[in-house]
Nanobody, 123 residues
Framework: QVQLVESGGGLVQAGGSLRLSCAAS??????YAWFRQAPGKEREFLAA????????YYADPVKGRFSISRDAAKNMVFLQMNSLKPEDMAAYYC??????????????????WGQGTQVTVSS
């Protein structure tokens, strides 16, 4: 099992940027991803990265604004978020699973989850 701990959330004005971090410990999975969940909405896939390959995949709503990366030496996964909008406000979660980056983007495909970090965007 892998333990995931997110950090970096907070309050930001619309148009601003935040960088979320996910510290991973325990076993290493093949793919790491970021999701978000706003109140009353389903958990939404944002981006995924292959741990060994560095291959990335993005959901259309965040393509071009968000960037996922990893630092294998530090066992960290990051989500750089630029041009934030009020609709980006949500709890953001780091997740991990086996299989390639393209193997699935539903929350049920991911075995391990962090506790989440809140992102608030003021207009």
């Amino acid at each position: 099992q892998v333990q995931l701990v997110e950090s970096g959330g907070g309050l930001v004005q619309a148009g601003g940027s935040l960088r979320l971090s996910c510290a991973a410990s325990g076993r290493t999975f093949s793919t790491y991803a970021w999701f978000r969940q706003a109140p009353g909405k389903e958990r939404e896939f944002l981006a995924a990265i292959g741990w060994s390959t560095g291959v990335t995949y993005y959901a259309d709503p965040v393509k071009g604004r968000f960037s996922i990366s990893r630092d294998a030496a530090k066992n960290m996964v990051f989500l750089q978020m630029n041009s934030l909008k009020p609709e980006d406000m949500a709890a953001y979660y780091c997740a991990a699973r086996r299989g390639s980056v393209y193997s699935g983007f539903s929350p049920v495909d991911f075995a391990s989850w962090g506790q989440g970090t809140q992102v608030t965007v003021s207009s």
